[in-house]
């Protein structure tokens, strides 16, 4: 199994634990007003803002909450204005990291995130550094209890996804980006629920890790995720399934 798919694991289920705190919330809402401000406030017209509103309600968000974010971004109502940045840098053993923040402090933002890198053994790069390595997917996960792999995979490859892979408790579907309204859509026509839908980045070549470097890795992309500015992190990892156990 791929780090990818092992790693989209562990944050699928740490953000189920995070949703139960609320502490989704906050970068839903980032999501979410972004969304409106760059495309508008009409999800049927506006697919980021659509799949950031489809996010929020799996979250359980109470739908103030969404029409409020969504009044921010439009500017219908004050709010923070947040700025959309990456960075790009190597973690333990020479793996390629690509972070995407949003934050109203680009400076603040820019310090933390090289301190983490710093920490655990990394290094923060130069833009373009390593998002070459990373090819934009859509991912969608539906849970093994929702439906079975065979009827599954007829439904999603005749509406475009270009593999699906059967990872822990769940199948992860992956296409092109711009096949990944085309892929929800059957699947909401079919009745089945997904657990997570994303635009993810896929590394296109792997790094192989054990020990100590393995543990220090997973402990900077765990770090970086709880981080209140990051939205997302990506590695081109792989690692030995005992050492994701001991995480």
């Not at 934050?103 to 550094?129: P, Q, S, V, W």
């Not at 699947?187 to 839908?197: D, M, Q, R, T, V």
Request: hydrophobic share 35%.
């Amino acid at each position: 199994m791929s780090g990818h798919s092992k790693w989209s694991t562990i944050k699928r289920k740490k953000a189920k634990m995070d949703a139960q705190r609320g502490k989704v919330f906050t970068k839903l809402i980032k999501e979410i007003s972004i969304a409106a401000r760059e495309g508008g406030g009409d999800p049927e017209s506006n697919a980021r803002l659509r799949n950031a509103i489809s996010c929020a309600k799996a979250a359980n968000m109470p739908a103030k909450n969404i029409e409020s974010a969504i009044k921010k971004g439009t500017g219908e109502l004050p709010g923070i204005t947040y700025e959309e940045n990456s960075y790009e840098g190597y973690g333990p053993g020479g793996v390629a990291v690509l972070v995407d923040v949003t934050t109203d402090n680009k400076n603040r933002t820019t310090a933390e995130i090289r301190h983490l890198f710093t920490r655990y053994g990394g290094n923060l790069g130069e833009c373009g550094c390593v998002s070459w390595i990373f090819e934009k997917k859509g991912m969608i996960a539906v849970s093994h209890k929702k439906t079975d792999e065979d009827h599954l995979m007829e439904i999603v490859i005749e509406s475009g996804a270009e593999d699906v892979k059967s990872v822990d408790e769940a199948y992860e579907i992956y296409m092109e980006a711009a096949e990944f309204e085309a892929v929800k859509i059957a699947l909401g026509n079919s009745n089945i629920e997904y657990e997570e839908a994303e635009i993810t980045r896929i590394p296109q070549n792997t790094v192989n890790l054990e020990g100590k470097q393995a543990l220090s890795l997973l402990k900077l992309l765990d770090t970086l995720e709880e981080h209140d500015d990051v939205q997302n992190v990506y590695a081109n990892f792989d690692i030995p399934e005992e050492v994701f156990q001991e995480v």
